[in-house]
């Protein structure tokens, strides 16, 4: 079993509609990121969260702690959201240093 | 501002033979960089982070080694290239311990025939 797993693995939706992709983990962390990876292969960071929830023009992204669990959510999607979308979680390593680890990302496509 | 290179763009590399892929950041000292691969279909794996001149951590086996001339400067080789390197390579870095963004790089395909 990974240690971040995401859902759904793909995601088509019509322009407009509301998205939810999730995120678990199985590891302790320190913080979760969210990352955006564009069709030609560049990733931005949307989010870090250590708890709660952030909010960033159309994107939200929320953390539940004890659950292990976080969401990204994208409101009145458009075209333009269409990417993958990672989540990352950051954890300490054996030498004690932070690294991130992973998900395999979720497929979003958009339709106009 | 702070900006991250890498080079080359894309690279078509026979089995067994050696790969140099370089990774700069301009813009801030003494980062922690940081080499990913993403192979086809899957997620983004740590192979190497840095956190000073010198100081190279691999999170995997494998027949790849970084280093680290400079503070801004990290490299990724490999002396004999196998089919399974071939994947996207990023460089990344961040500001150290508790850094909440990590920035990336523009990557680069390597494909090994």
């Known amino acids: 079993k990974n240690e971040v797993e995401q859902s759904p693995q793909n995601l088509t939706a019509q322009e407009g509609e509301f998205i939810t992709i999730n995120c678990s983990y199985s590891v302790g962390i320190s913080a979760l990121h969210w990352l955006q990876q564009h069709p030609g292969g560049g990733i931005v960071s949307l989010f870090m969260l250590s708890s709660g929830k952030k909010k960033h023009g159309r994107l939200i992204a929320t953390i539940n702690i004890q659950e292990k669990h976080s969401s990204l959510h994208i409101t009145a999607s458009h075209p333009r959201d269409s990417a993958v979308y990672i989540c990352?979680?950051?954890?300490?390593?054996?030498?004690?240093?932070?690294?991130?680890?992973f998900g395999t990302g979720t497929r979003l496509t958009i339709i106009p | 501002s702070q900006t991250i290179h890498q080079w080359p763009a894309t690279l078509v590399q026979p089995v067994g033979s050696p790969l140099s892929l370089e990774c700069t950041v301009e813009g801030t000292s003494n980062p922690n960089l940081y080499w990913y691969r993403q192979a086809a279909g899957r997620g983004l794996q740590l192979l190497f982070y840095?956190?000073?001149?010198?100081?190279i951590s691999s999170e995997v086996p494998q027949n790849l080694s970084a280093s680290r001339p400079q503070d801004r400067q990290f490299i990724l080789s490999s002396k004999k290239l196998l089919l399974s390197d071939s994947g996207f390579y990023l460089c990344?870095?961040?500001?150290?311990?508790?850094?909440?963004?990590?920035?990336f790089g523009p990557g680069t395909r390597l494909t090994v025939l």
């Open positions: 990352a979680v950051r954890s300490y390593t054996n030498f004690g240093n932070e690294k991130l680890t």
């Open positions: 990344a870095w961040d500001s150290g311990l508790g850094a909440d963004t990590q920035y």
């Open positions: 840095s956190v000073g001149i010198g100081q």
